[in-house]
């Protein structure tokens, strides 16, 4: 696990029970507990899923959502250091207007941060911001409808960070099957590919 640097495991939007009944199977069997260091989590959660999220990592970071079913409080933003990154999260309903970039690269220049974490309108992204900055969007891990489209894809991110450089994938589950993508990203330039070996990202969460 070291050849990949720090991993973190990205997502949100859970909305069990109220919109999901579970994370589906094939991304399920891919959260393995103690193969990721951090955990990122941009809310609508509830008690018992942040109980199975503390599992997962040494260190759970979390923000609060527009719809979370639990008694914990959660800060609004978090900003969390990882390699030479500095990472800002907020669960994205504040970013207004929604799925609007400029809004997204002035929340990230407000957190003075390398790479904004969002989440609220359920559909994954990797968008460039601000020519060398990085927007990243998990999506719903459950595909949980949201007021934008009833049609999720259910998605989470794992960043592979090492010093001045992420690999950022993107695991979607498309007609039962996992998917993946990727982007490469570091604090000078970044390169976008659209698709990654699938048998080397499953190697990193088995």
């Not at 720090?6 to 103690?34: F, Q, T, Y």
């Not at 207007?97 to 929340?107: E, G």
């Not at 992204?125 to 409808?145: C, K, Q, R």
Request: glycine share 6%; with cysteine.
């Amino acid at each position: 696990m070291a050849n990949f640097g720090e991993l973190v495991l990205v997502l949100g939007d859970v909305h069990i029970p109220e919109r999901a009944s579970k994370i589906p199977a094939p991304l399920k069997r891919m959260l393995v507990p103690n193969k990721m260091q951090h955990v990122i989590c941009t809310g609508n959660i509830s008690t018992e899923m942040y109980e199975e999220l503390r599992t997962l990592a040494p260190n759970v970071h979390i923000v609060a959502g527009d719809f979370d079913t639990t008694e914990m409080v959660f800060p609004e933003t978090r900003v969390v250091q990882v390699g030479a990154f500095r990472i800002g999260v907020v669960h994205g309903h504040q970013v207004l207007p929604w799925k609007n970039q400029d809004a997204a690269a002035r929340m990230r220049r407000k957190l003075n941060v390398d790479i904004l974490i969002s989440g609220h309108t359920h559909q994954n992204e990797v968008t460039l911001l601000d020519e060398s900055y990085y927007h990243i969007n998990p999506g719903s891990i459950t595909g949980a409808f949201s007021s934008l489209t009833e049609q999720v894809t259910p998605s989470f991110i794992l960043l592979a960070v090492q010093d001045k450089k992420v690999v950022c994938y993107v695991y979607e589950l498309v007609n039962g099957e996992v998917e993946v993508s990727k982007t490469d990203i570091s604090k000078s330039e970044a390169s976008q590919s659209s698709s990654a070996n699938s048998s080397l990202m499953a190697s990193l969460l088995t």
